[in-house]
């Protein structure tokens, strides 16, 4: 049966999964057919299909080559920009603009952003006019409407690890490799000038972010030896080094160290409350209700270009070991106007079906069900892959040895997609949302199409 179809990017997983999922399943009750995969299988999925028609669901921009690529193979080409998180300081909004190549913009045709105050910054700064600042499908899932999808979780987490409280890392510079790390890659976009500016910029906030995890690294060791009843989570981010974090903390039974690999929702909902240093999960906190407390020990300036405003304003602030054990005998309540507008909160309207009725405009030509292929290596193929694995044991020797001045840190970072993108999973998450919707009754089919590669649709 022919349908309309959005073909959905995952790039991280622990951050977009059950967001897109959501997105996913109002898509399907809407009469379209999804496939919800890793960058690697969309891109293939769409380059090897028959015919040109559907949608490219993406989270940020892609390179002027694949856009061009993919456009030839699809109708329409929308963007969720994750990287323009709710938050921010309003001068990394105007800089980020500019994130997008501009050759790139007319196969563009749709940006939604997180809040209509961002999607304005974008629309002067790249000249467009598609722009809509809607909400994201993340927001969503703060909701107490959808709070039951993970009570299985938060049951297991609690039983687990009984009272704690979470600290929500985003340092990403941990290594006093951080100048290799900081300088790894170039923006998409803008002039030369720009470019400069960024390296600077990056350099100085990677510096300021090492001598911040050291700073932190002495804070939770002296806090858990002040009272050893208080049990720290310290859960990492994908950008950051795992083995550095485990060494520094090792040998503290109350300071305990959560990778990066599944949803941080539930731990969340399962704390006590929630340390961070501006992390966009400051704000998802927030709204579920958890007592949050900014910590910055190197404090010099709130007008700091290191310092997130808006988080930082909204929190208990922390700057050593007393305010730590003052800030867990407050009593919280948070005041959701203080968000509101920043994450666009709308009890009301979901983001999935804001963004779906802007979709649901489109003229897109209905197709048929794809079936990815599976095809057997050539000898060429399996001598290449081979071929690769020792330049890569080669590389990571060079480097560790610094005979080579790269970053090291890559080699320690968790996956983008841990454990893969799954039917299992899928089904599990959809099943919940499914039963929370009590005014909906559907026919969910979820088919694993292969590796990081899956289906959703009504059957009909």
Request: hydrophobic fraction near 35%.
């Amino acid at each position: 049966m022919k349908k309309k179809t959005i073909y959905i990017v995952i790039e991280l997983k622990v951050r977009e999964i059950v967001a897109k999922l959501l997105f996913a399943y109002r898509a399907s009750l809407r009469g379209y057919r999804v496939y919800l995969g890793s960058r690697e299988k969309i891109i293939d999925l769409i380059k090897n299909k028959e015919e040109r028609g559907g949608v490219f669901f993406y989270k940020a921009g892609l390179q002027v080559d694949k856009t061009i690529e993919i456009s030839k193979k699809i109708e329409k080409h929308i963007v969720l920009d994750e990287e323009m998180t709710a938050g921010l300081n309003e001068e990394r909004y105007y800089k980020s603009a500019k994130a997008f190549f501009v050759e790139t913009k007319k196969y563009i045709d749709a940006y939604f952003y997180v809040n209509k105050k961002i999607s304005s910054i974008v629309k002067n700064s790249i000249k467009a006019k598609n722009v809509y600042g809607v909400g994201w499908p993340r927001v969503d899932l703060f909701q107490k409407k959808y709070a039951g999808i993970y009570d299985e979780d938060v049951n297991k987490i609690k039983s687990k690890y009984g009272k704690f409280y979470l600290f929500m890392s985003d340092l990403g510079f941990i290594t006093k490799n951080y100048k290799e790390y900081a300088l790894e890659y170039y923006p998409w976009g803008g002039s030369k000038k720009d470019i400069k500016d960024w390296k600077n910029f990056s350099l100085a906030k990677a510096k300021n972010s090492f001598e911040e995890f050291k700073l932190l690294v002495s804070f939770f060791k002296n806090v858990c030896k002040l009272d050893p009843k208080v049990k720290i989570l310290i859960r990492g981010h994908p950008a950051e080094n795992v083995s550095e974090w485990k060494k520094q903390i090792n040998g503290y039974q109350n300071l305990i160290y959560l990778p990066p690999i599944d949803d941080p929702q539930p731990w969340i909902m399962a704390s006590q409350g929630v340390m961070h240093r501006g992390c966009s999960t400051s704000l998802q906190s927030f709204v579920l209700n958890k007592p949050i407390s900014y910590v910055k020990l190197n404090f010099t300036s709130r007008n700091s270009p290191f310092l997130k405003r808006k988080p930082f304003d909204i929190s208990y602030k922390i700057f050593n070991s007393d305010d730590f054990f003052k800030w867990i005998k407050v009593k919280n309540k948070n005041n959701m106007n203080l968000v509101k507008r920043d994450l666009n909160l709308d009890e009301k309207k979901s983001s999935c079906d804001k963004i779906l009725n802007i979709v649901d405009n489109y003229k897109i030509k209905k197709e048929k069900a794809y079936f990815y292929k599976k095809k057997e290596p050539t000898v060429i193929e399996k001598l290449n892959f081979y071929y690769n694995g020792i330049k890569s044991k080669i590389f990571f020797l060079l480097v560790v040895t610094k005979i080579l001045k790269r970053n090291i840190d890559k080699f320690y970072l968790t996956s983008k997609i841990p454990n893969g993108i799954t039917k299992k999973e899928a089904f599990r998450y959809l099943k919940k949302i499914d039963n929370l919707d009590k005014k909906v009754k559907s026919n969910l089919k979820i088919n694993q199409v292969s590796e990081n590669l899956i289906k959703i649709e009504v059957n009909k």
